[in-house]
Each structure stands twice: as C-alpha cells, then as structure tokens.
Nanobody
C-alpha cells in the first residue's frame, strides 16, 4: 500500500522559515519524480516545486523562486521543501506527490500518481 506522509507545517511569522518533509512508503521512490503543491481556501491546487527522480533537475513556480528549495534523500525515501522568507500568501495546505517512472518533475497535478494528506502552513503578517 502506497502512503505519502507530510510533516513540518505550522504557524510562522512573515519572514520566517519552515522545513516540510514527505516520507514515502513507495517501493519505486528512487525512480519517481516528486513534487510539492499547495492549496489555499477557495483556490485550486497549484504547483510549488518538483524534483526529478535522480535530483538532476529541479523546477519552481515563479512565486517561490529564490525562497523555497526542494531536495530529496532516496536512502530515506524522503523529499523536503525548505521554505525561507515566508510570506502571508504562502499560507496553504501543502501536498507532496509522486510520479512513477524515471520522469523529470512536472507542474501538472494530473501527472502524479500518489498524494499525501497535506500539512498546513500558516504565515502571519
């Protein structure tokens, strides 16, 4: 049974930092691209960042470039999202997704095969 579990969310002041983690109970994790997406109340889920299966390529939404960094540790079946210089507009539920099959990352939710349950990030002004 595939399971992705996010953690690390919380309440932080604007300008602060958080580090999200996503542990994947996924046999094919090391050959899966991973992505982070977020969804604010009343809005659609949007792309944040993605990383290829071998960490060779990373991708970011324009709104987070220079502030958020995605990385992965295949030995731990874990993908991370380091979030610095947080802004109130970063407030959302953050989800990780897994895309099986030696792909590079994708900004399209339809390309992902598995999803976690999400972790809440709230940035106060």
């Amino acid at each position: 049974q595939v399971q992705l579990v996010e953690s690390g969310g919380g309440l932080v002041q604007a300008g602060g930092s958080l580090r999200l983690s996503c542990v994947a109970a996924l046999r094919t994790f090391s050959s899966s691209a991973m992505g982070w997406f977020r969804q604010a109340p009343g809005k659609e889920r949007e792309f944040v960042a993605a990383i290829s299966w071998n960490s060779g390529r990373t991708y970011y939404a324009d709104s987070v470039k220079g502030r958020l960094t995605i990385s992965r540790d295949n030995a731990k079946n874990t993908v991370y999202l380091q979030m610095n210089s947080l802004k109130p507009e970063d407030t959302a539920v953050y989800y990780c997704g897994a895309r099986s099959g030696f792909y590079t990352g994708s900004s399209d939710t339809r390309d992902y095969d598995y999803w976690g349950q999400g972790t809440q990030v709230t940035v106060s002004s």
